[in-house]
């Protein structure tokens, strides 16, 4: 259950946290690619959102927050990966979503004044930028572009969790494992160097499309035969890009 994500917040070795504006000399910098999306916002709005980031950083394997917990800040990915678990009372996990640079943790919780879906937990070393709860609201109410960006993406991570329940009710493990190969290689194509290199366990694509390790595991050898991904320790790589979008039922035009 959740006992497995319960952390002292105190372990958790976040660096202090400073506006990114005054980051001009570290490593980690505030690169246009890391805000595609909010590519769309009026440079005013852009200015402002910049000027509220603040870094942090985490070590793989930490939790970012607690599924169930208040909501603090919304969270920028800039390196690393995060993923996102749900655990049902009856000690179930499901990962919800894997985040990468560039891509920002859905801030639904502050905007129905709710509490987190899921645990959010790092897959390797992170660093965030946030935004603190108050200064998010503001710049909702403040800027409707800002607001209508965030809200086009919270729908849209519904109708991407829609799609996942369709998945697991109509479709075969090789087909959800398809799916979840190339939806996450169109994700991360925004910053990674290898979009076809995914640093996923088989244990975390079971958690993603609803099924056990072993069968995950049947699945993936299979496609490696057939020559469509390659294995490695935690990652696969995607070999034959046109047999694997025909496993998803798609037309392979990527």
């Known amino acids: 259950g959740l006992e497995r994500f319960r952390r002292p917040m105190h372990n958790l070795q976040m660096e202090r ?9 570290n490593a980690v910098t505030m690169h246009d690619d ?27 394997g930490e939790m970012i927050f607690l599924q169930g917990s208040e909501p603090t800040a919304v969270y920028l ?16 996990e499901s990962i919800l979503c894997v985040r990468g640079p560039g891509d920002y943790l859905c801030p639904v919780p502050l905007l129905d004044n709710g509490t987190h879906l899921g645990s959010a937990v790092t897959m390797s070393d992170v660093v965030l930028f946030s935004i603190d709860q108050k200064d998010f609201v503001h710049l909702c109410q403040t800027s409707p572009d800002f607001l209508a960006t965030v809200q086009g993406d919270c729908l849209s991570e ?3 969790l829609l799609n996942r329940l369709e998945g697991f009710a109509f479709r075969g493990v090789k087909q959800r494992l398809a799916i979840a190969l190339t939806d996450e290689c169109r994700r991360q194509r925004y910053n990674e160097s290898n979009p076809n290199e995914l640093l996923l366990t088989q244990q975390e694509l079971a958690g993603l499309i609803g099924a056990s390790r072993e069968s995950v595991s049947r699945n993936m050898v299979k496609m490696e035969k057939d020559g469509i991904v390659q294995l490695g320790r935690g990652r696969v790589t995607i070999t034959d890009w046109e047999r694997l979008t025909h496993l998803t039922g798609e037309n392979p035009t990527d």
């Open 34 to 60: 890391l805000l595609h999306s909010f590519k769309n916002l009026p440079l005013d709005a852009e200015n402002l959102l910049r000027g509220l980031l603040h870094l942090q950083s985490f070590s793989a």
């Open 17 to 25: 946290l400073v506006p990114c504006a005054y980051q001009r000399d």
């Open 158 to 160: 519904v109708r991407r």
């Open 77 to 92: 990915v800039a390196n690393g990966r995060v993923k996102v678990v749900r655990v049902t009372p009856e000690g179930y």
